[in-house]
């Protein structure tokens, strides 16, 4: 079983995410993944956005938020092969995956695996103490002003020159453009789970994607960059997007 992380004494933690796959949808992620052929790009492109930054024959500590089940991990692990990682989840679900997954790396002490929420485990971080945060479709599930908190805690944690990769769900400013990767989307997504016969679980997945949609959530790419900028990061910019999905990269 991972530790699990407590808030140091009167901190105050922000306001906490709507979800945490504690359910059919985190006992079969893997079937959304199949359903995004982009998937392993997109995957790939957080782990390959760190390497780009932080160079590949230095040593340095990755904090992967939201882990999941290991398939952004995995990629982190492989593409960044002299980091060590520490990889939080809040749901236990998810993380009972992770760790038969990646069970070969957390042997070696290449990874650990943490049960906790995201912002609990900022907060308990000393200030300038993390090399690199990386996450991948996380910060979507938060309401604006818990994303916002979130972000200014991923900033203070980070040493200057530090790097922050979010891979996620960034609305594009045109509606119509939006519009039509959203129902392309959700199209695959539906094919993909009525082939497989779970209807139960095309229905909270549709019920996950509108919810993305609503005006408290909804997360446009450049907002999203200005906000980082806003917080401190002197260097933001997009470096892949495919749909509804971009790949932002931050630098303290």
Not at 199 to 215: G, I, Q, S
Not at 217 to 222: G, H, L, N
Request: hydrophobic residues 40%; proline residues 4%; aromatic residues 8%.
């Amino acid at each position: 079983m991972g530790r699990k992380l407590k808030n140091p004494e009167g901190a105050t933690p922000c306001p906490q995410p709507r979800r945490n796959f504690n359910s059919k949808l985190g006992e079969e992620y893997m079937l959304f993944s199949r359903a995004l052929p982009y998937f392993p790009e997109f995957q790939q492109m957080v782990g390959k956005s760190i390497r780009a930054k932080m160079g590949a024959n230095k040593v340095f500590l990755i904090l992967e938020i939201g882990c999941g089940p290991g398939t952004t991990t995995i990629d982190l692990l492989r593409l960044n092969r002299k980091a060590r990682i520490i990889g939080i989840d809040i749901s236990e679900v998810m993380l009972t995956q992770a760790r038969g997954f990646l069970s070969g790396y957390i042997e070696r002490g290449r990874l650990e695996l943490i049960h906790a929420d995201a912002t609990e485990c900022l907060l308990s971080l000393p200030s300038e103490s993390v090399d690199s945060i990386a996450s991948a479709w996380v910060l979507h599930n938060f309401t604006q002003d818990a994303r916002r908190e979130l972000q200014a805690e991923i900033f203070r944690v980070l040493r200057k020159g530090g790097v922050f990769v979010n891979g996620d769900k960034y609305a594009e400013e045109d509606p119509l453009l939006h519009k039509k990767a959203y129902e392309r989307v959700l199209g695959m997504m539906r094919s993909t789970f009525i082939k497989e016969g779970k209807y139960d679980l095309c229905k909270e997945w549709d019920e996950h994607m509108e919810e993305d949609e609503k005006p408290e959530r909804k997360m446009f790419e450049s907002i999203s960059i200005q906000q980082l900028k806003e917080i401190g990061f002197h260097e933001v910019e997009k470096v892949w997007r495919h749909l509804t999905d971009a790949v932002l990269i931050a630098i303290k």
